[in-house]
């Protein structure tokens, strides 16, 4: 009886990945790894940050292309984002505390002449 063995590759055919290239193959390839599995990419240099696109898995390594060389720029900008985003996020979280803190509006109580409480008007609120 025959099962098929899933061996854990990390990735699949069709994956897009930013991958920084650690080693070079003895036929001139890149190599990345992604959770120790082995990538080669061919027409890259080591120190290289690229976007790859996986074509090939096997049980112990896969190829694939580059898709992307200025993936560098982009994490930039994208962190720029982020921190933006984040800040934006803290500031709105000041403000909720700040509106969280206020006390809400009550009915003010009038008296009449003789101290008894009359009836408030439906539009009479302390304010403050």
């Known amino acids: 009886m025959s099962e098929d063995i899933d ?3 990390p990735v699949d055919e069709g994956d ?3 991958v920084t290239i650690e080693d070079m193959g003895s036929k001139g390839d890149g ?3 992604i959770n120790g599995f082995v990538i080669f990419v061919p ?3 080591i120190g290289e940050t690229v976007e790859i696109e996986v ?3 096997g049980s112990k ?4 292309k580059v898709i992307d060389r200025d993936v560098e720029e982009k994490d930039e900008e994208d962190e720029e984002y982020e921190e933006d985003l984040e800040e934006s996020y803290e500031d709105d979280e000041y403000e909720k505390e700040e ?3 206020e006390e809400p509006l009550e009915e003010e109580e009038e008296l009449d002449d003789e101290g008894s409480e009359k009836p408030v008007e439906q539009n ?3 304010y403050g």
Not at 61 to 64: G, L
């Open 7 to 9: 061996f854990g590759q």
């Open 31 to 33: 190599i990345t790894r």
């Open 43 to 45: 027409e890259t240099e």
């Open 61 to 64: 390594f896969a190829f694939a």
């Open 55 to 57: 074509e090939n898995v």
């Open 124 to 126: 009479d609120y302390y």
């Open 99 to 101: 509106l969280d803190d």
């Open 16 to 18: 897009k990945v930013v």
